[in-house]
Nanobody
Framework: QVQLVESGGGLVQPGGSLELSCVATGRVFTIDNLAWYRQAPGSQRELVASITRSGSATYADSVKDRFTIFKESTPTTMTVNLQSNDLKPEDTAVYYC?????????WGQGTQVTVSS
């Protein structure tokens, strides 16, 4: 089983930057894929970016060239970060970390990102 703890959300002005972090503990050696999703009020949850265990990354068209997903590993933890640049008001949402491990998805608790002047 894998446990997730997210951090890094907050309020930022348009054009600003923010880095989100999600630390996975537990059976991290079973993790196949890590991802960030987001959900804005009144909208469905959508995939923002994902990265495989081998490091192959994919992005939603809306964040390409602005967001970067990357991961770091230790023997007992795996961290997936989302570096967000040139933030726009439409990036405002609750961001959720997600991992795939042994065919099961685990979600983080969510962290609020608000882009506003």
């Amino acid at each position: 089983q894998v446990q997730l703890v997210e951090s890094g959300g907050g309020l930022v002005q348009p054009g600003g930057s923010l880095e989100l972090s999600c630390v996975a503990t537990g059976r991290v050696f079973t993790i196949d894929n890590l991802a960030w999703y987001r959900q804005a009020p009144g909208s469905q949850r959508e995939l923002v970016a994902s990265i495989t265990r081998s490091g192959s990354a994919t992005y939603a068209d809306s964040v390409k060239d602005r967001f970067t997903i990357f991961k770091e590993s230790t023997p007992t933890t795996m961290t997936v970060n989302l570096q967000s640049n040139d933030l726009k008001p439409e990036d405002t949402a609750v961001y959720y970390c997600n991992v795939l491990s042994l065919g099961r998805y685990t979600w983080g608790q969510g962290t609020q990102v608000t882009v506003s002047s």
